[in-house]
């Protein structure tokens, strides 16, 4: 049973739908693989990663969101925007996190990635510099150097909306910035819509 979101709004954004490949560590979040290959992501272990997520991520003060897949800028930048985390969109520039001379170096607590293949600059420099990685990863995507994965459609632009919008939601809840859903006044069209 999910409770941070109606299970149809998971289902109707389609956050489930992985793909026909699917790697080993990415198996025990597989709720089922349909006749025709396609592997169906569990929507309730998802619902628990984000709880979790945010929990962790709640407690960091210096947070870099990156996403370098179209669907997925706008609701890494809304997140960005209402958590206070660095935000980088398109392509991540090598030194970023491992050149203190570039001029847009920074050092953040944490990284969360919207997909570990297309982020993979932000995940080799977080990786050598020790620091933690989250990833929000689909049934093909490989496991090896994300600290912490959010089992969902990472393809999607409603999916990564719906997964962004709850990650923003439950951290503001955390950090006392609101005190319930209904004090959450951002839409989820805001991460979901074209700017």
Do not use: W
């Amino acid at each position: 049973m999910t409770d941070l979101a109606d299970r149809n709004e998971y289902l109707s954004a389609g956050v489930h739908i992985g793909m026909r490949m699917k790697t080993k560590g990415m198996a025990p979040f597989i709720f089922k693989t349909r006749a025709d290959g396609l592997s169906v992501l569990d929507i309730e272990k998802t619902d628990d990663r984000i709880k979790i997520a945010a929990s962790f991520l709640s407690s960091y003060n210096d947070i870099m969101v990156t996403c370098r897949k179209t669907n997925g800028i706008k609701p890494a930048k809304k997140f960005a925007e209402m958590t206070g985390a660095k935000v980088v969109t398109g392509r991540f520039l090598p030194g970023t996190l491992s050149n203190p001379n570039f001029k847009n170096y920074t050092e953040p607590d944490i990284i969360l990635v919207t997909d570990p293949i297309a982020d993979k600059q932000a995940i080799t420099e977080a990786t050598h510099r020790r620091i933690p990685i989250m990833a929000i990863c689909d049934t093909y995507n490989d496991l090896e150097f994300v600290d912490f994965i959010i089992p969902a459609n990472n393809k999607g632009k409603k999916s990564l909306g719906i997964i962004y919008y709850l990650l923003t939601r439950e951290i503001l809840k955390i950090r006392k910035e609101i005190k319930d859903n209904k004090d959450f006044k951002a839409t989820l069209e805001e991460f979901t819509e074209k700017e």
